[in-house]
């Protein structure tokens, strides 16, 4: 089913599967029409059936990432690339590495970098030197987090180092050996730089995020739910499983 909340269109489709297919056909239009197109990434449990789905189109030849360049929306500070667990790590394991990526149009914020805010605004300056992305993908978290935006006083402005919220790292510790593990900080677009991206395509899935959805798209902007800044965006695809929607009507 396909829906418009505002400047919001809404796909909700009626499992994960059929989210990852309509969502990879989001993303292969974009970059089939502008094969230079500049692409922010995002990593999470969410994205990776989309993923799966590009691998599919590019290893039959229906689409092709040699053009594009590539921006990851976050990383955890400090973290090792050789880390499973980091950023840089999954989404070479889950996308570049199986696709015909120019490796060298690869940006991932550093999380080995000795200064973060030096890092954070050296990657700034790579997405405006880029001519700033066609179309960021996003992920949203428990709380209304996209990107590492936790839920503040303010929405954040362009790419920074930030505190994760308790429950995110307690979201993320699955992925670790313990809680223990998981990294306290990360670098991330911030709130600013996500809304110059000129498309937003935003995945969310299952029971348990249809509440801050439903929060994110029709409550009040606050930046308190940070998602809830994709409000004031003009052009944001939000692909959704029917769990997840449940509340969008």
């Known amino acids: 089913m396909k829906k418009d909340l505002g400047n919001i269109k809404i796909y909700i489709m009626d499992d994960y599967e059929q989210m990852s297919v309509q969502a990879s056909a989001i993303v292969a239009e974009q970059i089939n029409g502008k094969p230079d197109s500049v692409i922010g990434f995002a990593t999470g449990s969410t994205p990776v059936g989309m993923y799966k789905e590009l691998i599919k189109l590019n290893k039959a030849g229906k689409l092709s990432f040699s053009g594009i360049i590539a921006f990851n929306l976050d990383e955890y500070f400090p973290i090792k ?3 499973a667990q980091s950023y840089d790590y999954f989404m070479k394991d889950n996308l570049f590495n199986h696709v015909n990526i120019d490796k060298s149009k690869l940006n991932i914020p550093d999380g080995e970098a000795t200064d973060a805010q030096a890092e954070c605004i050296a990657y700034e300056g790579k997405i405006k030197a880029s001519g700033g992305i066609d ?3 996003l992920g949203m978290g428990n709380n209304g987090h996209i990107g590492f935006n936790e839920p ?5 402005n362009m790419t920074n180092c930030i505190t994760l919220d308790k429950s995110t790292i307690e979201a993320n510790a699955r992925f670790f050996q313990s809680v223990n593990e998981v990294p ?6 911030g709130i600013k730089t996500i809304m110059l991206a000129r498309k937003i395509v935003l995945l969310v899935n299952g029971e348990k995020k249809a509440k801050i959805l439903k929060d994110s798209l029709l409550g009040n902007i606050t930046p308190k739910v940070p998602a809830s800044a994709l409000q004031l965006h003009q052009n944001v695809v939000a692909v959704v499983d029917k769990e997840a ?5």
């Open 152 to 156: 503040a006083d303010a929405f954040t």
């Open 245 to 249: 929607g449940k509340y969008l009507g």
């Open 135 to 137: 179309l960021q993908i």
């Open 81 to 83: 690339k050789s880390n």
């Open 184 to 189: 306290i900080k990360a670098l991330t677009m």
